[in-house]
Protein backbone atom coordinates (compact mmCIF):
# COMPACT_ATOMS: atom_id res chain seq x y z
CA UNK A 1 0.00 0.00 0.00
CA UNK A 2 3.01 2.57 -0.20
CA UNK A 3 2.18 4.10 -3.54
CA UNK A 4 -1.35 3.87 -2.50
CA UNK A 5 -1.16 6.27 0.67
CA UNK A 6 -0.26 9.06 -1.25
CA UNK A 7 -3.82 8.85 -3.30
CA UNK A 8 -7.12 9.75 -1.28
CA UNK A 9 -9.11 6.78 0.14
CA UNK A 10 -12.56 7.75 -2.28
CA UNK A 11 -10.59 6.54 -5.18
CA UNK A 12 -10.52 3.02 -3.97
CA UNK A 13 -14.14 2.84 -3.03
CA UNK A 14 -17.27 2.77 -4.86
CA UNK A 15 -17.73 1.27 -8.44
CA UNK A 16 -13.72 1.36 -8.94
CA UNK A 17 -13.78 -2.45 -8.23
CA UNK A 18 -10.17 -2.43 -9.94
CA UNK A 19 -8.89 0.47 -7.27
CA UNK A 20 -10.52 -1.62 -4.71
CA UNK A 21 -9.44 -5.05 -4.91
CA UNK A 22 -5.36 -3.81 -5.84
CA UNK A 23 -4.82 -0.66 -5.38
CA UNK A 24 -0.76 -0.88 -5.67
CA UNK A 25 -1.62 -2.69 -8.60
CA UNK A 26 -3.90 -0.03 -9.72
CA UNK A 27 -1.57 3.40 -9.58
CA UNK A 28 1.30 1.20 -11.32
CA UNK A 29 -1.62 0.73 -14.25
CA UNK A 30 -2.19 5.11 -13.65
CA UNK A 31 1.44 5.61 -14.29
CA UNK A 32 1.17 3.18 -17.49
CA UNK A 33 -2.13 4.79 -18.32
CA UNK A 34 -3.75 1.70 -18.78
CA UNK A 35 -6.40 2.42 -16.09
CA UNK A 36 -10.03 3.21 -16.93
CA UNK A 37 -13.33 2.68 -15.92
CA UNK A 38 -15.28 1.00 -18.19
CA UNK A 39 -18.72 0.64 -16.55
CA UNK A 40 -21.01 3.47 -17.26
CA UNK A 41 -24.12 4.35 -15.29
CA UNK A 42 -26.62 5.56 -18.44
CA UNK A 43 -29.29 8.36 -17.49
CA UNK A 44 -32.17 8.66 -20.14
CA UNK A 45 -32.85 12.51 -21.04
CA UNK A 46 -35.27 14.13 -22.72
CA UNK A 47 -33.97 15.37 -26.53
CA UNK A 48 -36.15 17.91 -26.91
CA UNK A 49 -39.03 19.99 -24.51
CA UNK A 50 -42.54 19.54 -25.56
CA UNK A 51 -41.33 15.98 -26.49
CA UNK A 52 -43.53 12.88 -25.37
CA UNK A 53 -41.60 11.43 -22.46
CA UNK A 54 -43.32 7.98 -22.90
CA UNK A 55 -41.55 7.17 -26.29
CA UNK A 56 -37.79 5.96 -25.38
CA UNK A 57 -36.87 7.14 -29.09
CA UNK A 58 -37.50 11.05 -27.43
CA UNK A 59 -34.92 10.38 -25.19
CA UNK A 60 -30.77 10.45 -24.95
CA UNK A 61 -28.62 8.70 -23.33
CA UNK A 62 -25.71 10.16 -21.13
CA UNK A 63 -23.34 8.46 -19.09
CA UNK A 64 -22.93 9.21 -15.48
CA UNK A 65 -18.75 9.05 -16.00
CA UNK A 66 -16.59 9.16 -12.46
CA UNK A 67 -14.96 11.81 -11.87
CA UNK A 68 -11.86 10.08 -11.42
CA UNK A 69 -12.33 8.68 -15.59
CA UNK A 70 -12.90 12.53 -16.58
CA UNK A 71 -9.54 13.40 -14.92
CA UNK A 72 -7.68 10.30 -16.62
CA UNK A 73 -9.63 11.14 -19.95
CA UNK A 74 -8.73 14.53 -19.99
CA UNK A 75 -5.22 13.69 -19.24
CA UNK A 76 -5.41 11.50 -22.77
CA UNK A 77 -7.54 13.97 -24.38
CA UNK A 78 -5.08 16.49 -24.29
CA UNK A 79 -2.05 14.33 -25.02
CA UNK A 80 -3.96 13.14 -27.92
CA UNK A 81 -5.47 16.43 -29.33
CA UNK A 82 -1.96 17.61 -29.08
CA UNK A 83 -0.49 14.96 -31.38
CA UNK A 84 -3.45 15.18 -33.87
CA UNK A 85 -3.07 19.55 -34.11
CA UNK A 86 0.95 19.16 -34.80
CA UNK A 87 0.12 16.75 -37.06
CA UNK A 88 -2.55 18.37 -38.97
CA UNK A 89 -4.81 14.48 -38.51
CA UNK A 90 -8.22 16.81 -37.66
CA UNK A 91 -10.68 16.90 -40.32
CA UNK A 92 -10.73 20.73 -41.33
CA UNK A 93 -14.00 21.53 -41.43
CA UNK A 94 -15.06 19.56 -38.03
CA UNK A 95 -15.86 22.17 -35.68
CA UNK A 96 -17.31 20.28 -32.83
CA UNK A 97 -15.37 20.08 -29.56
CA UNK A 98 -12.54 21.66 -30.63
CA UNK A 99 -9.93 24.57 -29.44
CA UNK A 100 -11.26 27.87 -31.26
CA UNK A 101 -14.24 26.29 -33.46
CA UNK A 102 -17.55 26.35 -32.33
CA UNK A 103 -21.15 26.13 -33.54
CA UNK A 104 -21.22 29.80 -34.76
CA UNK A 105 -17.87 29.57 -36.68
CA UNK A 106 -19.55 26.75 -38.49
CA UNK A 107 -22.50 28.59 -39.31
CA UNK A 108 -20.45 31.83 -39.83
CA UNK A 109 -18.38 30.21 -42.36
CA UNK A 110 -21.69 28.58 -44.33
CA UNK A 111 -23.11 32.21 -44.25
CA UNK A 112 -20.11 33.54 -45.25
CA UNK A 113 -20.10 31.31 -48.64
CA UNK A 114 -24.03 31.72 -49.16
CA UNK A 115 -22.99 35.44 -49.56
CA UNK A 116 -20.64 34.78 -52.23
CA UNK A 117 -22.98 32.57 -53.99
CA UNK A 118 -25.45 35.53 -53.98
CA UNK A 119 -22.88 37.77 -55.52
CA UNK A 120 -22.47 35.27 -58.26
CA UNK A 121 -26.19 35.50 -58.92
CA UNK A 122 -26.26 31.66 -57.78
CA UNK A 123 -28.41 29.40 -55.79
CA UNK A 124 -27.34 26.97 -52.92
CA UNK A 125 -27.96 23.13 -52.30
CA UNK A 126 -28.06 22.28 -48.85
CA UNK A 127 -28.67 19.05 -47.50
CA UNK A 128 -28.48 18.22 -43.82
CA UNK A 129 -27.90 14.71 -42.25
CA UNK A 130 -28.67 12.97 -39.06
CA UNK A 131 -26.69 10.10 -37.95
CA UNK A 132 -28.96 7.57 -36.48
CA UNK A 133 -27.75 6.85 -32.36
CA UNK A 134 -24.18 7.87 -33.95
CA UNK A 135 -22.44 7.72 -30.65
CA UNK A 136 -23.61 4.32 -29.67
CA UNK A 137 -22.89 2.33 -33.06
CA UNK A 138 -19.12 2.80 -33.01
CA UNK A 139 -17.52 0.09 -34.39
CA UNK A 140 -14.51 -0.35 -31.61
CA UNK A 141 -12.41 -2.99 -34.24
CA UNK A 142 -13.21 -0.21 -37.11
CA UNK A 143 -11.94 2.56 -34.59
CA UNK A 144 -9.13 1.07 -33.01
CA UNK A 145 -7.32 -0.06 -37.00
CA UNK A 146 -8.32 3.65 -38.19
CA UNK A 147 -5.97 5.05 -35.17
CA UNK A 148 -3.46 2.70 -35.57
CA UNK A 149 -3.27 3.09 -39.33
CA UNK A 150 -4.72 6.05 -40.61
CA UNK A 151 -3.72 7.84 -37.26
CA UNK A 152 -0.84 6.28 -36.50
CA UNK A 153 -0.87 5.80 -33.30
CA UNK A 154 1.04 3.24 -31.32
CA UNK A 155 2.79 2.10 -27.60
CA UNK A 156 1.19 3.25 -24.90
CA UNK A 157 -1.83 5.79 -26.29
CA UNK A 158 -2.69 2.70 -28.58
CA UNK A 159 -2.58 0.48 -25.94
CA UNK A 160 -4.56 2.41 -23.53
CA UNK A 161 -7.63 3.38 -25.61
CA UNK A 162 -7.64 -0.81 -26.39
CA UNK A 163 -8.17 -0.86 -22.93
CA UNK A 164 -10.85 1.82 -22.79
CA UNK A 165 -12.64 0.57 -25.30
CA UNK A 166 -12.67 -3.40 -24.80
CA UNK A 167 -14.99 -5.32 -22.12
CA UNK A 168 -16.99 -1.85 -21.39
CA UNK A 169 -20.53 -2.53 -19.65
CA UNK A 170 -23.34 -0.39 -18.72
CA UNK A 171 -26.62 -0.20 -17.14
CA UNK A 172 -29.45 2.70 -17.33
CA UNK A 173 -31.13 4.18 -14.00
CA UNK A 174 -34.34 6.23 -14.09
CA UNK A 175 -35.37 7.09 -11.30
CA UNK A 176 -35.29 4.63 -8.74
CA UNK A 177 -35.45 1.70 -11.38
CA UNK A 178 -31.81 0.59 -11.99
CA UNK A 179 -31.38 -2.55 -15.10
CA UNK A 180 -28.94 -5.05 -15.13
CA UNK A 181 -25.38 -4.43 -16.08
CA UNK A 182 -24.99 -5.46 -20.12
CA UNK A 183 -22.07 -6.08 -22.23
CA UNK A 184 -21.31 -2.86 -24.48
CA UNK A 185 -19.46 -4.30 -27.50
CA UNK A 186 -19.95 -1.21 -29.68
CA UNK A 187 -20.46 2.57 -29.27
CA UNK A 188 -18.60 5.46 -27.26
CA UNK A 189 -19.94 6.75 -23.99
CA UNK A 190 -22.19 10.13 -24.51
CA UNK A 191 -20.88 12.36 -21.30
CA UNK A 192 -17.40 11.18 -21.51
CA UNK A 193 -14.44 13.12 -22.18
CA UNK A 194 -12.80 10.80 -24.70
CA UNK A 195 -16.02 10.41 -26.79
CA UNK A 196 -16.97 12.96 -29.19
CA UNK A 197 -13.02 13.16 -30.19
CA UNK A 198 -12.94 9.32 -30.89
CA UNK A 199 -15.76 10.32 -33.25
CA UNK A 200 -14.45 13.11 -35.03
CA UNK A 201 -11.57 10.73 -35.61
CA UNK A 202 -13.41 7.88 -36.66
CA UNK A 203 -15.30 10.16 -39.36
CA UNK A 204 -12.36 11.80 -40.19
CA UNK A 205 -13.16 10.43 -43.85
CA UNK A 206 -16.27 12.02 -44.50
CA UNK A 207 -14.78 15.84 -45.81
CA UNK A 208 -13.06 14.09 -48.50
CA UNK A 209 -15.81 12.08 -49.15
CA UNK A 210 -18.14 14.37 -49.89
CA UNK A 211 -15.48 16.55 -51.48
CA UNK A 212 -15.02 13.96 -54.35
CA UNK A 213 -18.38 14.41 -55.18
CA UNK A 214 -18.18 17.73 -56.06
CA UNK A 215 -19.68 19.63 -52.82
CA UNK A 216 -18.62 21.18 -49.58
CA UNK A 217 -19.49 19.87 -46.34
CA UNK A 218 -18.63 20.96 -42.43
CA UNK A 219 -19.78 19.25 -39.61
CA UNK A 220 -20.57 20.11 -35.97
CA UNK A 221 -19.55 16.20 -34.11
CA UNK A 222 -22.49 14.30 -35.60
CA UNK A 223 -24.25 17.05 -37.40
CA UNK A 224 -23.04 16.48 -41.08
CA UNK A 225 -23.93 19.13 -43.47
CA UNK A 226 -22.80 19.44 -47.30
CA UNK A 227 -23.90 21.59 -49.97
CA UNK A 228 -23.55 23.09 -53.95
CA UNK A 229 -23.50 26.26 -55.57
CA UNK A 230 -25.07 26.82 -58.79
CA UNK A 231 -26.73 28.76 -61.44
CA UNK A 232 -30.52 28.65 -61.30
CA UNK A 233 -30.36 26.67 -64.78
CA UNK A 234 -27.94 24.12 -63.56
CA UNK A 235 -29.95 23.38 -60.61
CA UNK A 236 -31.43 19.87 -61.98
CA UNK A 237 -27.66 18.35 -62.80
CA UNK A 238 -26.57 19.96 -59.13
CA UNK A 239 -29.41 17.73 -57.61
CA UNK A 240 -28.40 14.80 -59.12
CA UNK A 241 -24.52 15.66 -58.06
CA UNK A 242 -25.81 15.52 -54.19
CA UNK A 243 -28.28 12.83 -54.77
CA UNK A 244 -24.81 10.68 -55.78
CA UNK A 245 -23.07 12.15 -52.79
CA UNK A 246 -25.81 10.76 -50.37
CA UNK A 247 -26.01 7.73 -52.39
CA UNK A 248 -22.44 7.74 -51.37
CA UNK A 249 -22.55 9.06 -47.81
CA UNK A 250 -25.11 5.95 -47.53
CA UNK A 251 -23.13 3.40 -48.58
CA UNK A 252 -20.04 4.60 -46.36
CA UNK A 253 -22.23 4.59 -43.38
CA UNK A 254 -22.85 1.31 -44.42
CA UNK A 255 -19.24 -0.30 -44.62
CA UNK A 256 -18.66 1.54 -41.50
CA UNK A 257 -21.99 0.16 -39.52
CA UNK A 258 -23.63 3.56 -39.20
CA UNK A 259 -26.59 4.19 -40.38
CA UNK A 260 -28.37 7.59 -41.73
CA UNK A 261 -31.70 8.77 -40.80
CA UNK A 262 -33.88 8.87 -43.91
CA UNK A 263 -36.31 10.92 -42.37
CA UNK A 264 -34.31 13.61 -40.60
CA UNK A 265 -32.73 14.49 -43.75
CA UNK A 266 -33.78 17.47 -44.74
CA UNK A 267 -32.78 19.19 -48.77
CA UNK A 268 -33.42 23.13 -49.27
CA UNK A 269 -32.68 25.75 -51.76
CA UNK A 270 -30.73 28.91 -50.38
CA UNK A 271 -31.20 31.79 -52.47
CA UNK A 272 -32.31 35.32 -53.28
CA UNK A 273 -36.15 34.76 -54.72
CA UNK A 274 -35.28 35.95 -57.86
CA UNK A 275 -33.06 33.88 -58.26
CA UNK A 276 -35.09 30.81 -56.51
CA UNK A 277 -37.58 32.22 -58.69
CA UNK A 278 -35.92 30.31 -61.47
CA UNK A 279 -35.00 27.02 -60.36
CA UNK A 280 -37.41 24.42 -62.29
CA UNK A 281 -38.83 22.57 -59.03
CA UNK A 282 -41.61 20.93 -61.37
CA UNK A 283 -38.69 19.50 -63.21
CA UNK A 284 -36.53 18.36 -60.23
CA UNK A 285 -39.54 16.78 -58.65
CA UNK A 286 -40.59 14.23 -61.60
CA UNK A 287 -36.59 13.57 -61.97
CA UNK A 288 -35.90 12.83 -58.44
CA UNK A 289 -39.03 11.56 -57.08
CA UNK A 290 -37.42 10.07 -54.20
CA UNK A 291 -36.30 13.25 -52.97
CA UNK A 292 -38.02 16.44 -51.27
CA UNK A 293 -37.21 19.92 -50.36
CA UNK A 294 -38.27 22.17 -47.54
CA UNK A 295 -39.01 25.59 -47.15
CA UNK A 296 -37.43 26.13 -43.85
CA UNK A 297 -34.83 24.23 -41.77
CA UNK A 298 -33.35 24.15 -38.63
CA UNK A 299 -29.82 23.93 -38.23
CA UNK A 300 -27.56 24.15 -35.19
CA UNK A 301 -30.29 25.92 -33.33
CA UNK A 302 -30.49 28.39 -36.39
CA UNK A 303 -33.59 28.39 -38.85
CA UNK A 304 -32.59 29.01 -42.09
CA UNK A 305 -35.13 30.11 -44.74
CA UNK A 306 -35.35 29.52 -48.25
CA UNK A 307 -35.63 32.97 -49.33
CA UNK A 308 -32.14 33.99 -47.91
CA UNK A 309 -31.83 37.62 -46.00
CA UNK A 310 -30.28 36.41 -42.98
CA UNK A 311 -31.38 33.22 -40.61
CA UNK A 312 -33.62 34.19 -37.44
CA UNK A 313 -32.71 32.02 -34.86
CA UNK A 314 -34.78 29.59 -32.75
CA UNK A 315 -35.36 31.49 -29.34
CA UNK A 316 -36.91 34.81 -29.77
CA UNK A 317 -34.89 37.62 -31.31
CA UNK A 318 -34.85 39.37 -28.24
CA UNK A 319 -33.45 37.08 -25.89
CA UNK A 320 -30.00 37.13 -28.88
CA UNK A 321 -29.58 40.80 -27.42
CA UNK A 322 -28.71 42.43 -24.23
CA UNK A 323 -30.88 41.56 -21.09
CA UNK A 324 -33.23 44.52 -19.63
CA UNK A 325 -30.88 46.64 -17.59
CA UNK A 326 -31.40 45.29 -13.86
CA UNK A 327 -31.10 49.48 -12.88
CA UNK A 328 -31.06 52.25 -15.22
CA UNK A 329 -27.94 52.86 -17.28
CA UNK A 330 -26.66 49.65 -15.60
CA UNK A 331 -25.64 46.31 -17.92
CA UNK A 332 -25.14 43.52 -16.39
CA UNK A 333 -21.79 41.65 -16.39
CA UNK A 334 -20.59 39.22 -17.99
CA UNK A 335 -23.56 38.27 -20.24
CA UNK A 336 -25.25 35.43 -20.50
CA UNK A 337 -24.15 33.03 -22.82
CA UNK A 338 -27.31 32.84 -25.19
CA UNK A 339 -26.71 36.42 -25.40
CA UNK A 340 -23.96 35.94 -27.88
CA UNK A 341 -24.71 32.56 -29.28
CA UNK A 342 -24.86 33.09 -33.00
CA UNK A 343 -24.98 36.73 -32.68
CA UNK A 344 -22.45 37.15 -35.16
CA UNK A 345 -24.97 35.91 -38.05
CA UNK A 346 -27.12 39.10 -37.00
CA UNK A 347 -24.20 41.34 -38.75
CA UNK A 348 -26.44 41.42 -41.95
CA UNK A 349 -29.62 42.73 -40.55
CA UNK A 350 -30.90 46.21 -41.01
CA UNK A 351 -30.36 48.16 -38.17
CA UNK A 352 -34.41 48.97 -38.24
CA UNK A 353 -34.54 44.57 -37.15
CA UNK A 354 -32.54 44.73 -33.97
Not at 52 to 70: M, Q, T
Not at 233 to 260: F, H, P, Y
Not at 290 to 300: I, K, N
Amino acid sequence: MELAQHFPQVLFESEHDHLKASPDKAIQDLRKQYYCNKKSILVPVIKAEGLDVNEPANFRLIANVSFLSKIIEKIVAAQLTHYLDKNGLLPTYQSGFRKGHSTETLLVRFLSDIYVAIDKSQVTLLALFDVSAAFDTVDHEILLQRLSVSFGLSGNMLGWLTSFLQDRSFMVAHGSTKSPWVAAPFGLPQGSVLGPLLYIIFTADLGPLLAAGATLSQSYADDLQAYAHCLAGQAISTVGTMSRTIETLQAWMSSNRLRLNPSKTQLIWLGTRQQLAKVDLASIASKYPHLSFSSSVRDLGVTRPGAYICPTHQSPLPKLLLPAPTTQGDIPLPLPRYCLYAGSLLCSLPSGLL
